[in-house]
């Protein structure tokens, strides 16, 4: 299994500033991905953070708003840009291990916006 | 895309009692997880199951590809089982370049002492 870390735990931001999310997993990954889960809500894909190139983001999600690097097999950056009230939600990175597809998460980024 | 959907969205239970959740999607997939969402927001795995059934303690979980769903059985359900579970399918789209885990609803689960 992979394990996952990530930070920050939790933050309050003011609008229009951004923050960027650490994710670090502690062995190599095959795919590693970005969900956003807002209030009472489901998990939704933002987008997967690729080795060394572009991500490929979902329906709904650019790269102006989400900026993502994945500089190596083990770490990955999410930005939240010039934040709204609206990005209020928990952000979680995901990584599949390389002996299977079975998929893990990170304990979450809490984001407030106000 | 991939299409989940789970049953019960809620369901109330009297400690010590069993039940089932539901999941059915909508295309052939490359792998189906169950994963509880504790009070804290963390995800937990609780099973990675394509086909077949599996086993861990008082849960129990079953895939039947063939028919697109699976089926995730509680027994003796304890305080502690409450939270959201979550069925998740997966599957390449896009002509095979892209890979993607989609997420049902979830069943909100209380268990009552």
């Known amino acids: 299994s992979a394990v996952i870390s990530q930070k920050p735990s939790r933050d309050i931001c003011q609008r229009g500033t951004s923050l960027t999310i650490q994710c670090q997993v502690d062995s190599q990954v095959t795919m590693m991905f970005w969900y956003r889960q807002q209030p009472g809500q489901s998990l939704t894909l933002i987008a997967t953070?690729?080795?060394?190139?572009?991500?490929?983001?979902e329906s709904g999600f650019v790269i102006d708003k989400f900026p993502i690097s994945r500089p190596n097999l083990t770490f990955s950056t999410l930005t939240v840009s010039n934040m709204s009230p609206e990005d209020s939600s928990i952000y979680l990175c995901?990584?599949?291990?390389?002996?299977?597809?079975?998929?893990?998460f990170g304990p979450g980024t809490r984001l407030t916006v106000t | 895309g991939i299409q989940v959907e789970q049953s019960p969205p809620d369901l109330i239970l009297q400690e010590g009692a069993n039940s089932t959740l539901r999941c059915n999607f909508s295309d052939s997939v490359n792998n189906l997880q169950w994963f509880h969402q504790n009070p804290w927001g963390q995800l937990i795995n609780l099973f990675y199951?394509?086909?077949g059934t599996k086993q861990n303690g008082r849960l129990s979980a079953t895939t039947v590809a063939t028919e697109r769903y699976s089926l995730l059985y509680i027994s003796s359900s304890q305080t502690t089982d409450s939270g959201v579970y979550f069925c998740?399918?997966?599957?390449?789209?896009?002509?095979?370049?892209?890979?993607?885990?989609?997420f049902g609803k979830g069943t909100l689960l209380t268990v009552n002492p």
């Open positions: 199951i394509p086909s």
């Open positions: 995901s990584g599949t291990s390389e002996a299977s597809y079975e998929q893990y």
């Open positions: 953070a690729n080795q060394g190139s572009e991500a490929t983001y």
């Open positions: 998740a399918a997966a599957g390449y789209y896009s002509g095979g370049s892209n890979y993607k885990l989609t």
